[in-house]
Nanobody, 129 residues
Framework: QVKLVESGGGSVQAGGSLRLSCVAS????????IGWFRQAPGKEREGLAILYSNGIATYYADSVKGRFTVILERSETTVSLQMNSLSPEDTAMYYC??????????????????????WGQGTQVTVSS
């Protein structure tokens, strides 16, 4: 079965960087969209960055474009989120998520949480001013 395990969250000052990691297992030969969402208190869970199984990023939210980068690591079992120029508005619980798809075209467009059926437990990111 598919399993996603996040790590790398923590506290950082504004302007700093963090790198989150998501170790993915259980996909076998199936192709997937996998990426990162976040949820701040009182807000909806929003999709930030998505990539397809071949490692090509297919989506970035406007709020993180140019600051965050989603990476399929060489192991091909870890998807990382490099976060630079962090601000207090980035404070949230960050989740790794995935969905099985027939092709990369299914990873394009703004992702909605209801489309993703595999989730990690989340990792907290706190950015202080």
């Amino acid at each position: 079965q598919v399993k996603l395990v996040e790590s790398g969250g923590g506290s950082v000052q504004a302007g700093g960087s963090l790198r989150l990691s998501c170790v993915a297992s259980g996909f076998g030969d199936r192709r997937a969209c996998i990426g990162w969402f976040r949820q701040a208190p009182g807000k909806e869970r929003e999709g930030l960055a998505i990539l397809y199984s071949n490692g090509i990023a297919t989506y970035y939210a406007d709020s993180v474009k140019g600051r965050f980068t989603v990476i399929l690591e060489r192991s091909e079992t870890t998807v990382s989120l490099q976060m630079n120029s962090l601000s207090p508005e980035d404070t949230a619980m960050y989740y790794c998520a995935a969905k099985i798809v027939p092709g990369g075209w299914a990873c394009t467009g703004a992702p909605h949480k209801n489309q993703y059926n595999f989730w990690g437990q989340g990792t907290q990111v706190t950015v202080s001013s």
